[in-house]
């Protein structure tokens, strides 16, 4: 009964994490789930594997959304949106190391 409440108090810590990181998903966090039907089942491995903590496993959850996503898109759409990350990037350059899109010691490339 215990590994049943940590497994489903991981899961609620991970979906709020999500829902925060993937707030503008198109049609809403709702429509997450009904997209991505398998996304518990992830979360559930990620609590069963042990050692990743909740905040690891919304991260890998929602690259795992958005680069789905984003191959979805049409080549013009993914190219544009590129070069506006680069644009953004640039940006977070210009204003220099007290904002930083990647943590200190993590390459850009």
């Known amino acids: 009964m215990a590994g049943f409440l940590a497994r489903r108090k991981f899961r609620n810590e991970v979906t709020a994490r999500l829902n925060a990181m993937l707030?503008?998903?198109?049609?809403?966090?709702?429509n997450l789930a009904r997209n991505y039907p398998n996304l518990g089942?992830?979360?559930?491995?990620?609590f069963d594997k042990g050692g990743?903590?909740?905040?690891h496993s919304?991260?890998?959850?929602?690259?795992?959304?958005?680069?789905?996503?984003f191959e979805a898109l049409s080549?013009?759409?993914?190219?544009?949106?590129?070069?506006?990350l680069v644009a953004l990037h640039s940006d977070f350059?210009?204003?220099?190391?007290?904002?930083r899109l990647a943590p200190a010691g993590v390459s850009d490339q």
């Open 93 to 99: 350059d210009r204003l220099g190391p007290a904002v």
């Open 52 to 55: 990743i903590s909740q905040g």
């Open 41 to 46: 089942a992830a979360i559930d491995g990620h």
């Open 23 to 30: 707030l503008f998903y198109p049609g809403g966090v709702k």
């Open 75 to 84: 080549p013009g759409d993914r190219d544009a949106i590129w070069r506006q």
């Open 58 to 69: 919304a991260v890998m959850v929602a690259a795992s959304v958005i680069a789905n996503e």
